[in-house]
């Protein structure tokens, strides 16, 4: 009586379950500025006799002719554009295309898409999470400073803030080739785990933010079909649970 | 499994909430001097083949049909339609319409790089130094570039697209300049980049520029402006119809979920 089968099904809810959550976080981040989405790796995981010695030479005749199960892979961030909104707003900016807006709290640096900024009471720009305390940098790695007494702001799409006619600083925009050492840290921001950061020329749109990249008509058919098959495999495990019962309770019984 | 259906009915719904955008985008603009409405195209996606058609039967026979399962729909291209829009005749000296084909050329600046761009907004005004400008933001100037003197008191400009002036003290008027219009072979291949303006791409070819009144191009009509030929009521109805298949798609994917909830509780313990 093998009840291998028992930890195959856990295994498959398990997994029906991890994608649940991620898909969940996704949905709840529909309307952020700037969100990438998260994808649900998933794997096969590989028979006894592959896993365990790399090679075939310990098979087991009956195992080897059954399948692993799956298993969860680390997540990847969807890093495609999201759809470019305007709203109008002087301290809304989007980017098109690739780069990420530098912020900097004095001791860590962070990378962000969120273009919604705010000045704060120095007269710095920084981004709206995170309590204000990150601010935006410019090009050369220094906080953008806003005069109080200066002209109306305006930025350009080559990211060059002008208040009036004056220019005050140029956005700050850097990127990398490996995005997969890019891992969220909540707050919309992003750290580079390990990524060399190089500064690009950016295509800013001012007046504008970046909504969400996740797709939510596709997110609710892959979240129905996790759900059924988290279902499915519950049933699963309820019917060889049943059988382990028929063959401990009424085949094994004695007297 | 009724994956499939599910997977379709979601293609369809974001096909439809595409169309959705365009449709909000043509009504956005219905008073958009210049604006061309767009209209998008459907195409469905590839099938699951079953079953061949025609495959012999056992009396070697062609079998008639086959077994084909489509899996959805997507956005196959958005089209341009370039038909005229009403006239506005505004009766300013800078304002001008184009009857018939054509566009205007103008040098504006886009993603860093001085370019030219085409456009049938025609209302332009004279700047600082002279030249005439189109009214947006951006101010793109007018190709080929024209001075108007300062001291003129009256701009005549010819359907031919001849720009004249009196200018103070002189009894006749002058020529200053010539309005050239430019003409696609495919202008529905053209790259719309908003504030009115189109720039050439390969698909709808190069530019064949000439005065107005020749080689097919149309006339420059002073003191008019062309309005948006967005039509009202064929929007709404696409609203309408829009609307009304992405709730049916929203029953497909009820009903595909309903079967697989139907499919995991056939056994219970």
């Known amino acids: 009586m093998s009840s291998y089968g028992l930890w195959l099904s856990a295994a498959g809810m398990k997994v029906n379950q991890h994608r649940q959550t991620l898909l969940a976080n996704n949905m709840a981040n529909a309307n952020t500025t700037g969100f990438k989405h998260d994808l649900a790796i998933v794997s096969r995981r590989r028979i006894e006799s592959e896993s365990a010695s790399g090679g075939l030479s310990c098979a087991h005749p009956v195992l080897d002719d059954l399948p692993g199960g799956l298993s969860v892979r680390p997540t990847y961030h969807n890093f495609a554009q999201g759809p470019i909104e305007s709203t109008g707003k002087p301290l809304d900016i989007a980017i098109e295309g690739d780069g990420f807006f530098v912020v900097s709290d004095g001791t860590d640096t962070r990378y962000t ?76 921001l992003f750290e580079a785990k390990g990524a060399e950061m190089a500064s690009i020329d950016g295509n800013f749109r001012p007046e504008s933010r970046e909504g969400s990249n996740f797709d939510v008509m596709t997110g609710l058919a892959t979240m129905i079909e996790a759900q059924r098959a988290y279902q499915l495999n519950a049933t699963m495990l309820q019917l060889q649970d049943h059988l382990i019962g028929q063959a401990v309770g009424t085949v094994g019984r004695m007297a | 499994m009724a994956i499939t259906a599910l997977h379709a009915a979601a293609s369809g719904m974001r096909a439809l909430d595409e169309k959705l955008n365009v449709v909000a985008n043509n009504l956005a603009n219905i008073n958009t001097h210049g604006f061309k409405r767009s209209r998008v195209n459907f195409e469905d996606l590839l099938y699951q083949v079953k079953r061949e058609p025609g495959i012999p039967n056992a009396a070697d026979e062609p079998i008639p049909h086959g077994i084909l399962v489509g899996t959805g729909v997507k956005v196959s291209g958005t089209q341009l339609n370039f038909s005229p829009g009403a006239v506005d005749t505004t009766g300013r000296p800078y304002d001008l319409q184009i009857e018939g084909e054509g566009f205007f050329q103008v040098t504006t600046v886009h993603d860093g790089d001085e370019i030219t761009a085409y456009t049938r907004a025609g209302n332009f005004v004279r700047n600082a130094v ?79 520029t000439a005065v107005p009144e020749t080689d097919g191009l149309g006339a420059t009509v002073q003191g008019a402006l062309e309005m948006s030929n967005v039509d009202p009521v064929r929007e709404l109805i696409d609203l309408i119809t829009t609307q009304r298949a992405f709730e049916l798609n929203s029953q497909a994917i009820q009903s595909a979920d309903e079967s697989l909830q139907i499919v995991s509780n056939l056994r219970r313990f």
Do not use: H
């Open chain 1, 113 to 188: 898409r969120d273009g919604e900024f705010a000045i704060n009471e120095a007269g710095e720009l920084v981004l709206t999470s995170g309590n204000g305390r990150w601010k935006v940098l410019d090009d050369a790695g220094t906080p953008i400073v806003l005069d109080e007494t200066g002209g109306k702001l305006s930025v350009s799409e080559d990211g060059t803030i002008r208040q009036g006619r004056t220019v005050v600083a140029t956005l700050g925009l850097m990127t990398t080739e490996d995005k997969k050492s890019l891992r969220k840290v909540g707050e919309n």
């Open chain 2, 130 to 208: 002279g030249n005439m400008v189109l009214a947006n933001s951006g101010g793109a100037i007018l190709e080929p570039p024209i001075v108007i003197p300062d001291d003129a008191i009256e701009t005549s400009i010819g359907r031919n697209g001849e720009i004249r002036v009196r200018q103070q003290g002189a009894t006749t008027l002058n020529t200053v300049g010539q309005v050239e219009l430019a003409r696609f072979v495919n202008p529905e291949g053209l790259k719309q980049i908003g504030r009115n303006l189109y720039v050439e791409t390969d698909s709808s070819g190069t530019p064949v």
